[in-house]
């Protein structure tokens, strides 16, 4: 019973900019651990190549953008 006086209040708050705001804020902390923990623990584990790791992480950004573009279409 009181899952179905919550529904309509909760469909009333979380409209679509709700959640676009929401998944902006998750999608921007993705991308902060993944440049500020996973990228320096890849450039320790390559020291010998760091330029490697860092392009395959724009190469993989770029890849991921070009997906989101076409699958807009």
């Known amino acids: 019973m009181p899952l179905t006086l919550i529904k309509p209040f909760l469909q009333s708050v979380f409209t679509e900019l709700v959640f676009g705001i929401v998944f902006a804020m998750v999608g921007g ?20 190549r760091p330029g490697y790791v860092t392009f395959f992480l724009v190469v993989g950004m770029v890849v991921m953008a070009i997906s989101l573009v076409l699958f807009a279409i």
């Open 29 to 48: 902390m993705m991308v902060f651990i993944v440049l500020h923990e996973l990228l320096p623990t890849a450039h320790r584990y390559m020291p010998d």
